[in-house]
C-alpha cells in the first residue's frame, strides 16, 4: 500500500529506491488535503511523524494507516 501512496507524490524511476518518508507537504497530496489540515492530524497524533533533524517527516506508510484507520470507523459507526 505504501508504494500507491508514494507513487502519487512522485514517479517512480528505475533503480531509485521509494521514499521511506514524505514531507508533511507531500503525505498532505497523498491524502489530497491542505498542508494546515495535514498538520492538524499530525498535532492530534491521527498521522503519524517524527522529527528528523528539525525536520517534520512522515512516514511513507503513515498516509495509508491513517485512512484505514478512518475507513474502519467509519463503517463501524
Known amino acids: 500500500m505504501g ?3 508514494v507513487d502519487a507524490v512522485r514517479p517512480v524511476e528505475a533503480g531509485v529506491p521509494a521514499p521511506v518518508l514524505l514531507t508533511v507537504e507531500e503525505a498532505a497530496y497523498c491524502l489530497r488535503i491542505g498542508r494546515t489540515t495535514c ?3 499530525i498535532r492530534t497524533g491521527e498521522l503519524e511523524s ?3 533533524g528539525g525536520l ?3 512516514p511513507a506508510d503513515a498516509p495509508a ?3 484505514a484507520r478512518r475507513r474502519a470507523d467509519q463503517q463501524a459507526a
Open 50 to 52: 517524527l522529527m528528523v
Open 3 to 5: 508504494t500507491a501512496i
Open 39 to 41: 498538520f492538524a492530524l
Open 56 to 58: 517534520r517527516r512522515v
Open 65 to 67: 494507516a491513517y485512512l
